[in-house]
T-cell receptor, first 117, second 116 residues
């Protein structure tokens, strides 16, 4: 079974500053996907960024980037130039890509991010 | 991105009654849909995986006779909470798996169930 650990229950950042959210995972799989989802107060889950495990290059989406360390099983999210709209719960998630239970998401407990004006 | 709708967005019912929640993929075909439950200030917990035309697969600890799932078409899955009790009050979220979009799950907006 896979586990996803987010060790920061809450974080805050000043507007326009940079913040990094941590995520580690445990798996015996070699092929998998990793995701960061954002859940604002509306509770709609929004995909922020995804990473395929076979890709060494870190994924980037505008102000969002990840630091994927496969050997260390670490997958942190960096948010640059933080904006008030980034205030939300952020969930790290794991998806195996083959075998039983493939394409199911295993979520971490989440990090509540507050962007301070 | 692909759109998933849920209906109703919130429902209040009396203890002992049944409630049906619909999950629709509006602009893609979802051969697989997932149902999650989220308690306040907690993460999403997978309840069951629903494949079109076959029986749902339930996670350990989820009562299949209480949470009935039907996935009759490639765009519709339903979750029926039978004989609801106050402890079933929660936020229920569905997602659809879009195989043509690198196996990304697209989430519905959720349904808040309150059982009195």
């Amino acid at each position: 079974a896979q586990t996803v650990t987010q060790s920061q229950p809450e974080m805050s950042v000043q507007e326009a500053e940079t913040v990094t959210l941590s995520c580690t995972y445990d798996t015996s799989e070699n092929n998998y996907y990793l995701f960061w989802y954002k859940q604002p107060p509306s509770r709609q889950m929004i995909l922020v960024i995804r990473q395929e495990a076979y890709k060494q290059q870190n994924a980037t989406e505008n102000r969002f980037s990840v630091n994927f360390q496969k050997a260390a099983k670490s997958f942190s999210l960096k948010i640059s130039d933080s904006q008030l709209g980034d205030t939300a719960m952020y969930f790290c998630a794991f998806m195996k890509s083959s075998g039983a239970g493939s394409y199911q998401l295993t979520f971490g407990k989440g990090t509540k991010l507050s962007v301070i004006p | 991105g692909a759109v998933v709708s849920q209906h109703p967005s919130r429902v209040i019912c009396k203890s002992g009654t049944s409630v049906k929640i619909e999950c629709r993929s509006l602009d893609f075909q979802a051969t697989t849909m997932f149902w999650y439950r989220q308690f306040p200030k907690q993460s999403l917990m997978l309840m069951a995986t629903s494949n079109e035309g076959s029986k749902a697969t339930y996670e350990q600890g989820v009562e299949k006779d209480k949470f009935l799932i039907n996935h009759a078409s490639l765009t519709l899955s339903t979750l029926t909470v039978t004989s609801a009790h106050p402890e079933d009050s929660s936020f229920y979220i569905c997602s659809g798996l879009a195989a043509l979009s690198y196996n990304e799950q697209f989430f519905g907006p959720g349904t808040r169930l309150t059982v009195l």
